[in-house]
């Protein structure tokens, strides 16, 4: 996992009207790299992965993707350049059955039955529910929809947030299995997570955001879970 970073944000800033939640943060994630971006309730996860993806306008600093400065770009140019976002909350259309979630995914380019096929191949149990509503699902079966969803665009970058969120240790294993598995393919992964232990596991490095700044940048080691014990216990 050498070489140039894939997606680089830096000493980028952004808010919400007057309001500054990001201030100043540098970050890099490489080719089939799994990087970890954690913090408490706040902290500016959210709206540093929404810069990344091109969702979220930065005030200050520069994008980059692949070496190339992309700062300003869209959130449509970002995912045809292969930057994907499963925004929190998982980004599923309650109403809509899961197999016309898939297809709502063809503006990346792909058929339906491709997309269909990939997803059900990824998670056999989303082909079984095809033609159920996605909002009557389990949650851990519409997170399997989302990364799904996310997937079609064929991802270079993939930036997930809170992945785990509300699900049961062993469909989050299960998720983080397909993570891994995309990043051994040569994804660059930015992982967003307020609690850290699932995603540890499988990151290579890890950063740490309090209150908008960068305050580790380094291996999942132990000088990470002494700064994790701190924040959290000292925050608390
Ligand atoms: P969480 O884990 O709770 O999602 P986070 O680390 O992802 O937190 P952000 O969601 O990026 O943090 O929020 C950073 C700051 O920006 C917070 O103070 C939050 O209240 C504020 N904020 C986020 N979204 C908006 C918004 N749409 N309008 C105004 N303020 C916002």
């Given at each position: ?19 500054t ?20 309730n ?21 994008l980059?993707y692949a ?9 449509r ?58 909002g009557?699902?389990?949650g ?28 049961a ?22 992982v ?6 699932a ?38």
């Open positions: 996992r050498s070489g140039a970073p894939i997606l680089e944000l830096q000493d980028i800033r952004a808010g919400y009207g007057g309001i939640a990001v201030h100043g943060v540098s970050l890099s994630v490489r080719a089939g790299e799994v990087v970890a971006l954690l913090g408490p706040g902290a500016g996860k959210s709206t540093t992965q929404k810069v990344a993806a091109g969702v979220h306008p930065a005030q200050g600093g520069r980059r070496g190339k400065d992309v700062t300003g770009i869209g959130a140019d970002a995912a045809r350049a292969g930057v994907c976002l499963i925004p929190e909350g998982r980004g599923v259309f309650p109403n809509l059955s899961v197999r016309e979630n898939l297809w709502m995914m063809t503006f990346t380019g792909r058929s339906r039955e491709q997309i269909e096929t990939d997803a059900y191949e990824r998670f056999p149990i989303l082909a079984r529910r095809a033609k159920q509503t996605a009557t699902m389990s851990g079966e519409q997170q399997m929809l989302a990364l799904s969803r996310g997937l079609a665009c064929d991802p270079a970058v993939l930036l997930l947030d809170e992945l785990s969120m509300g699900l240790p062993l469909i989050v294993e299960q998720l983080y299995g397909q993570v891994a598995e995309l990043a051994r393919t040569g994804v660059a992964v930015l967003v997570e307020q609690f850290a232990t995603v540890l596991d499988m990151a290579d490095r890890a950063a740490v955001l309090v209150r908008g700044k960068v305050v580790y940048d380094g291996p999942p080691g132990r000088s990470l879970t002494d700064e994790l014990a701190n924040l959290y216990l000292g925050s608390s």
